[in-house]
T-cell receptor, first 108, second 115 residues
Framework: QQPVQSPQAVILREGEDAVINCSSS?????VHWYRQKHGEAPVFLMI?????EQKGHEKISASFNEKKQQSSLYLTASQLSYSGTYFC?????????FGGGTRVLVKP | NAGVTQTPKFQVLKTGQSMTLQCAQD?????MSWYRQDPGMGLRLIHY???????DQGEVPNGYNVSRSTTEDFPLRLLSAAPSQTSVYFC??????????????FGNGTRLTVT
């Protein structure tokens, strides 16, 4: 089953923060995060493999709460380059199932 | 180092025609997969492979065939194209045969239109 992302879209001013949530109705064992810019392929950001694990990529970080079956992506002090669509994906065996995406627009 | 290469970049088919989307990777990755992405939506897994000679179905396999005769190549065949198969197709690979545990590297996509 597809993980659910919220919000579906967010508009930020440069320098502002945002949180993107990813939740699953079934157990989460690991979570991937990807960013896709318009007309391009998705690009890997990070994997969280353990409950409670936090990772960071530039000023983008993520947390993973196994018990709550959710992961959150934190965009801190957003930059124009952060604009794009962010996808979480949950791993189950050899299958990676993507959420519907969160569109992020960072304005000057 | 080319990474994941998909051809063609664009393709227009008529209903009922067949074609093969090519995918090749030069990173010696064990795991390869095909996704389709419809406008404004996420990626849906079509088929995947954990090594040469081993393939399995994803979420939306109907109307598509795959084979994996070499580590490098993972072609996707459309048997009889339908307008519902109009989409952008991405091939992705990762180094672990447990594909879900390592980062996916995506090709640049093939934009397919079926009229």
């Amino acid at each position: 089953q597809q993980p659910v992302q919220s919000p579906q879209a967010v508009i930020l001013r440069e320098g502002e923060d945002a949180v993107i949530n990813c939740s699953s109705s079934k157990a989460l064992y690991s979570v991937h995060w990807y960013r896709q810019k318009h007309g391009e392929a998705p690009v890997f950001l990070m994997i969280l493999l353990k409950g409670g694990e936090q990772k960071g990529h530039e000023k983008i970080s993520a947390s993973f709460n196994e018990k709550k079956q959710q992961s959150s992506l934190y965009l801190t002090a957003s930059q124009l380059s952060y604009s794009g669509t962010y996808f979480c994906a949950k791993a189950a065996g050899n299958k990676l199932t993507f959420g519907g995406g969160t569109r992020v627009l960072v304005k000057p | 180092n080319a990474g994941v290469t998909q051809t063609p970049k664009f393709q227009v088919l008529k209903t009922g025609q067949s074609m093969t989307l090519q995918c090749a990777q030069d990173m010696n990755h064990e795991y390869m997969s095909w996704y389709r992405q419809d406008p404004g939506m996420g990626l849906r897994l079509i088929h995947y492979s954990v090594g040469a000679g081993i393939t399995d179905q994803g979420e939306v396999p109907n109307g598509y065939n795959v084979s994996r005769s070499t580590t490098e190549d993972f072609p996707l065949r459309l048997l009889s194209a339908a307008p519902s198969q109009t989409s952008v197709y991405f091939c992705a690979s990762s180094y672990s045969s447990r594909g879900a545990g390592s980062p996916l590297h995506f090709g640049n996509g093939t934009r397919l239109t079926v009229t």
